[in-house]
């Protein structure tokens, strides 16, 4: 069973940071095209975040873009996203995710597929 495990999530006040980090297990980083976050609150559809594939291009939903990183530290297996300016409206359970297809898909369609997840962090943000 594949395992991704999130951190950092938290709760912040508008304006805010936070850097979520999660741990990818080595074969799945290294033989994953595309590495994502998305977010997801119970009962709404996934909403893909951020994505980057290995080439380290990235790509991000209109409503992050300009505030929000995806990185990853391809020596530690670890994928990252910096959150800066955040807003209410971010507030969710954020969830790192591997094998995705295609990094445009990942970040503009309705529920996209990810073969794997993890178990997700909150991220709160108080107005």
């Known amino acids: 069973q594949v395992q991704l495990v999130e951190s950092g999530g938290g709760s912040v006040q508008a304006g805010g940071s936070l850097r979520l980090s999660c741990i990818v297990p080595e074969y799945t980083f290294s033989n994953s095209y595309c590495l994502a976050w998305f977010r997801q609150a119970p009962g709404n559809h996934r909403e893909g975040v951020a994505a980057?594939?290995?080439?380290?291009?990235?790509k991000y939903a209109d409503s992050v873009k300009g505030r929000f990183t995806i990185s990853k530290d391809s020596a530690e297996n670890i994928l990252y996203l910096q959150m800066d300016s955040l807003k209410p409206e971010d507030t969710d359970m954020y969830y790192c995710?591997?094998?995705?297809?295609?990094?445009?898909?990942?970040?503009?369609?309705?529920?996209?597929?990810?073969?794997?997840w993890g178990q997700g962090t909150q991220v709160t943000v108080s107005s």
């Open positions: 995710a591997a094998d995705c297809a295609d990094i445009e898909v990942a970040v503009t369609a309705i529920n996209p597929l990810f073969n794997y």
């Open positions: 980057i594939d290995k080439d380290g291009t990235a």
